[in-house]
């Protein structure tokens, strides 16, 4: 079992962008530090839900910071990016790391990005396909071309190319954001894993893994690349002496954020997009995931993959909103959890 931080550099009331981000930096540095597997870096524009614009940049600053930990985009929204553009930076940290990144992506929102960064709505709702399957062989193919309805341009080489990193992987690992069957179904036809969000349970994860074997094999994936899918969780981590006082922890500090930051959001044609309760949510999410003591903790990410079959974790440690708080939160994880977990 795999167990990262999921970094979202949340703008809490009150705070600035750049505490924000300092957090957010901090708390990855002391996840390698702590023992973690990994940093999956959340990316979003214009609301203080996260004020991380580039997962991408944000995973250079901290590839050069640390030296044995996995840095990775949950995600880089493709719709507002360019695959090409994606996959050179995706390729340029793979050979530089020595194949530390991993290169989350999703289908994002309909928000305002997609009028600020002119790909326009058709761009979230018809053309990530075309623009996921450039993206993948750009990574994997020693050149490229291009015609399709949103790209199309003449070979030209990958420069760097992945292969040329000095690991076993032949290029960056890439994983689908899904929240939908079809999204599970475009997953699984390219091999991709799966990152599952926080604000589904282990059941509905199980069903998703499930679809995501059936369709891989109806596709001719190989039982042995069906099997060694290494999908990822995400979840949300507070860790006490008392699972009262973890919870309380986060219903204090999360609804105030959840609030503020959902609601920023602004859909790019003006269709209404209903809001979470975040008192709710917040609830929902202590329920789900290792919320307590260090013991509950451990014992609810193993059942969680014992449930699903998943075997890594991106979780969110930045529930209180406070820097010290965090870093403990992270050492806690990394010295009370990760043993019991083998």
Known sequence: MRVGSFVLAAQFPGQGQGEALHRAVRSAEVAEEAGLDSVWLAEHHFVPYGTCPSAITLAALLLGRTRRIRVGTAVSVLPTAHPVSLGEQAALLHVTSGGR??????????????????????????????????????????????????????????????SECLTEAAGPEVVLACTSPRSVRMAAERGLPMLLGMHVGDEEKAEMVALWREHARAAGRSAEEIRAAAHVSAGVCQIADRRTEAAETLLKAMPGWLRQGLEAHVTVDGRHRAMRDPLAYTELLCGLHPVGTPRLCADRLAATSERTGITRFALLVEGSGELAATEENVRRLGAEVLPHLG
Request: net charge negative; proline share 10%; aromatic share 12%.
């Open 101 to 162: 990144f991993s290169l989350g992506v999703g289908r994002g929102g309909p928000w305002v990005d997609l009028e600020v960064f002119g790909s326009g709505l058709e761009a979230y709702e018809q053309g990530f396909p075309e623009s996921l399957d450039l993206l993948v062989r750009w990574l994997r193919e020693p050149s490229v071309a291009a015609d399709g309805d949103r790209y199309a341009f003449r070979e030209v080489p990958v420069v760097p190319r992945p």
